[in-house]
């Protein structure tokens, strides 16, 4: 009997024999995968690839840039994990997450997730006059 593997990441096609021994062909739809917009200081940010990580920090090199004394060089990672969006503190001061909805959460290198809006600060809270504050917003997410 043949195996077939199925990707459920993507479009996937599976080829079934049925009782008459003829191949028939399955396909299963990827519904639209979730992503994450970040609004920061006038700029805009939007992932959605599964596979990215979005480094946020002082360094230069990191996706979404904060110039602030108390942001880490390298402070943050939020990653889609299985249709969900996580954040990963690596920071000496800490991230704390103010989401529309539910209580604050404070994460020092922890994992925490990120669902509907709200915003993150780097080493303090959220203030409305927050400069460094970034909105986010999770589009699609899985329940």
């Known amino acids: 009997m043949p195996a077939h593997a199925i990707d459920w990441r993507s ?3 599976a080829s079934i024999s049925g009782d ?3 191949p028939f062909v399955v396909r299963a ?3 639209t995968s979730p ?3 970040l609004h920061q200081g006038g700029r805009l940010f939007q992932y959605g690839d599964e596979q990215s990580v979005i480094s ?3 360094d230069p090199a990191c ?3 904060i110039n602030d004394s108390k942001a880490s060089r390298s402070h943050c990672r939020i990653f889609n994990q299985r249709g969900s969006f996580v954040l990963i503190d690596q920071s000496t001061n800490g991230t704390v997450i103010t989401p529309d909805e539910g209580p ?3 994460i020092r290198h922890e994992l925490a997730g990120l669902r509907g809006r709200g915003w993150i600060t780097l080493g303090r809270y959220f203030r409305q006059d927050e400069p460094c504050a970034i909105a986010f917003e999770v589009i699609g997410e899985s329940q």
């Open 11 to 13: 479009e996937a096609i």
């Open 63 to 65: 996706n979404v840039v």
């Open 104 to 106: 604050v959460v404070v």
């Open 20 to 22: 008459s021994g003829e």
């Open 29 to 31: 739809t990827r519904t």
């Open 35 to 37: 992503r994450i917009v």
């Open 56 to 58: 946020i920090g002082r």
